[in-house]
Nanobody, 118 residues
Framework: QVQLLESGGGLVQAGGSLRLSCAASGFKFGDYTMGWFRRAPGREREFVAAINWSGYIKYSADSVMGRYSISRDDTKNPVSLQIDSVQPEDTAVYYC???????????WGQGTQVTVSS
C-alpha cells in the first residue's frame, strides 16, 4: 500500500524557519520524482518544488526560489522541504507527491498545515 506521510507543519512566526518531511512507502522510491505542492486558503493547489529520482535535478517555483530547498534521502525514503524566512503568504496546506520519472503525480499525501503569524 502506497503511503506518503507529511510531518513538520504547524504555527511559525514570520521570519522563522520550518522543515517539512514526507515519509514514503509502498513503492520503489528511487524511481520516483518527489515533489511538494501547497494550497493556500481560497486558492488552487500549486507546485512548490520537486527533486528527481537521482536527486541531481531540482526545481522550485519562482515565488519560493531562494527560500525553499528540497532534498531527499534514499536510505530512509523521506523527502524534505526546508522553508526559510517564512512569510504570511506561505500559509497553506503542504502536500507531498510522488510521480514516476516526470509527469503528473501518481501519489499524494494527506497534507500538513503550515500557518505563519505576522
Amino acid at each position: 500500500q502506497v503511503q506518503l506521510l507529511e510531518s513538520g507543519g504547524g504555527l511559525v512566526q514570520a521570519g522563522g524557519s520550518l522543515r517539512l518531511s514526507c515519509a514514503a512507502s509502498g513503492f520503489k522510491f528511487g524511481d520516483y520524482t518527489m515533489g511538494w505542492f501547497r494550497r493556500a486558503p481560497g486558492r488552487e493547489r500549486e507546485f512548490v518544488a520537486a527533486i528527481n529520482w537521482s536527486g541531481y535535478i531540482k526545481y522550485s517555483a519562482d515565488s519560493v526560489m531562494g527560500r525553499y530547498s528540497i532534498s531527499r534521502d534514499d536510505t530512509k525514503n523521506p523527502v524534505s522541504l526546508q522553508i526559510d524566512s517564512v512569510q504570511p503568504e506561505d500559509t497553506a496546506v503542504y502536500y507531498c507527491a510522488a510521480q514516476y520519472r516526470w509527469g503528473s503525480p501518481d501519489y499524494w499525501g494527506q497534507g500538513t498545515q503550515v500557518t505563519v503569524s505576522s
